[in-house]
């Protein structure tokens, strides 16, 4: 079965700056998706960015990029810039055969 | 992206009682939605898929006479919590796919459904 795994519950940074968000893996496939997806105090779950394992290149989607290492299994989220918007959960997520393994999330609080 | 909603968003009911939560794609048609629990301050657990006009699969451990899901139509699926207790307790999200969409392996989610059991 494959794992997710967020190893920081929480992280803080400072407004503008830029902060990295880790997440590994465990998967034996070589064709999948990997996600992150925002959740703020809403609880609407916003798909941040989404990376195809088959490509080299890592995402980007304007302050969010990835850092995409596929042999070590590893998807951090960089967020640059830090907004107080940003404040929120950030759910690490994989993707294979129609099913979404989500790790066990990161807190992100952002300091004004 | 694709719009999801759910409704109603928050519910309290006796215990013994059945809920029915539903979930609707609003810009396109799903063939397939996902059911997720999640407990306060942990992550979406998947309850089930919903396929449009067949059964949906449950994941191991979730009870399908308890959580019954009907997906029937393209646009629509939903969950019933029968004889709901306490311990049913939680967040229910919904999500779909829209098959033709350039990004079809993006699940978007609906806003969630609180339910309490009294």
């Known amino acids: 079965a494959q794992t997710v795994t967020q190893s920081q519950p929480e992280m803080s940074v400072q407004e503008a700056e830029t902060v990295t968000l880790s997440c590994t893996y465990d998967?034996?496939?070589?064709?999948?998706?990997l996600f992150w997806y925002k959740q703020p105090p809403s609880r609407q779950m916003i798909l941040v960015i989404r990376q195809e394992a088959y490509k080299q290149q890592n995402a980007t989607e304007n302050r969010f990029s990835v850092n995409f290492q596929k042999a070590a299994k590893s998807f951090s989220l960089k967020i640059s810039d830090s907004q107080l918007g940003d404040a929120a959960m950030y759910f690490c997520a994989y993707r294979k055969d129609e099913k979404l393994t989500f790790g066990t999330g990161t807190r992100l609080t952002i300091i004004p | 992206g694709a719009v999801v909603s759910q409704h109603p968003s928050r519910v309290i009911c006796k215990s013994g009682t059945s809920v029915k939560i539903e979930c609707r794609s609003l810009?396109?048609?799903?063939?397939?939605m996902f059911w997720y629990r999640q407990f306060p301050k942990q992550s979406l657990m998947l309850m089930a898929t919903?396929?449009?006009?067949?059964?949906?699969?449950?994941e191991q451990g979730v009870e399908k006479d308890k959580f019954l899901i009907n997906h029937a139509s393209l646009t629509l699926s939903t969950l019933t919590v029968t004889s709901a207790h306490p311990e049913d307790s939680s967040f229910y999200i919904c999500?779909?796919?829209?098959?033709?969409?350039?990004?079809?392996?993006?699940?978007?989610f609906g806003p969630g459904t609180r339910l309490l059991v009294l």
């Open positions: 998967t034996s496939e070589s064709d999948y998706y």
């Open positions: 810009d396109f048609q799903a063939t397939t």
């Open positions: 919903s396929n449009e006009g067949s059964k949906a699969t449950y």
């Open positions: 999500s779909a796919r829209d098959p033709l969409a350039g990004l079809k392996e993006t699940q978007y």
